[in-house]
T-cell receptor
Framework: EPEVTQTPSHQVTQMGQEVILRCVPISNHLYFYWYRQILGQKVEFLVSFYNNEISEKSEIFDDQFSVERPDGSNFTLKIRSTKLEDSAMYFCASARAEAFFGQGTRLTVV | GESVGLHLPTLSVQEGDNSIINCAYS??????FIWYKQESGKGPQFIID?????DKRQGQRVTVLLNKTVKHLSLQIAATQPGDSAVYFC??????????FGTGTRLKVLA
């Protein structure tokens, strides 16, 4: 069964460093998303991507964040100059109709 | 802005009983609704969806009910099993490119 895969599963980074979270969406999907979930809280929308451009983003997704689909398969989330409060689970999702989520990357900023 | 809420943060159910998890939403224009299950340390897993032109949809052991009049969505799980223990989120599609999630209900299945 096709699935969304995310790497790494866990990333620890120093405050102020840049991180890149990687996702391989399901191959025939057209819409791509990043969500985050702070421990014990709900899943929050960050950004959606369609037709090689950002289609919508939340107020969380400020200039610190960027997304890219560098080739036909990968979809990345870059966080520049990480802050302690960026520590969370980051989920990638892709959709053709309903959205399917990856297993997440746990980002810990120390 | 859009909001999605859940009525109970935790629901405890005896194994074999039916579970009902509720969700309220605010935007009457919403037309697509999804229930996700999230097990500890994993990503949300699609369970069932429903569009606004329906008021009920059934899957395997799960039923989703949609009441557009009161903007209420529920997930019913029949014969709840230990493997059903998880956090359940309702999500609504807010425009083509965005899903808004509720705060989640933790379902605990008691043996």
């Amino acid at each position: 069964e096709p699935e969304v895969t995310q790497t790494p599963s866990h990333q620890v980074t120093q405050m102020g460093q840049e991180v890149i979270l990687r996702c391989v969406p399901i191959s025939n999907h057209l819409y791509f998303y990043w969500y985050r979930q702070i421990l014990g809280q709900k899943v929050e929308f960050l950004v959606s991507f369609y037709n090689n451009e950002i289609s919508e983003k939340s107020e969380i997704f400020d200039d610190q964040f960027s997304v890219e689909r560098p080739d036909g398969s990968n979809f990345t989330l870059k966080i520049r100059s990480t802050k302690l409060e960026d520590s969370a689970m980051y989920f990638c999702a892709s959709a053709r109709a309903e959205a399917f989520f990856g297993q997440g990357t746990r980002l810990t900023v120390v | 802005g859009e909001s999605v809420g859940l009525h109970l943060p935790t629901l405890s159910v005896q194994e074999g009983d039916n579970s009902i998890i509720n969700c309220a939403y605010s935007n009457s224009a919403s037309d697509y609704f999804i229930w996700y299950k999230q097990e500890s340390g994993k990503g949300p897993q699609f369970i069932i969806d429903i569009r606004s032109n329906m008021d009920k949809r059934q899957g395997q052991r799960v039923t989703v009910l949609l009441n557009k009049t009161v903007k209420h969505l529920s997930l019913q799980i029949a014969a709840t099993q230990p493997g059903d223990s998880a956090v359940y989120f309702c999500a609504i599609q807010a425009g083509t490119y965005k899903y808004i999630f509720g705060t989640g209900t933790r379902l605990k299945v008691l043996a």
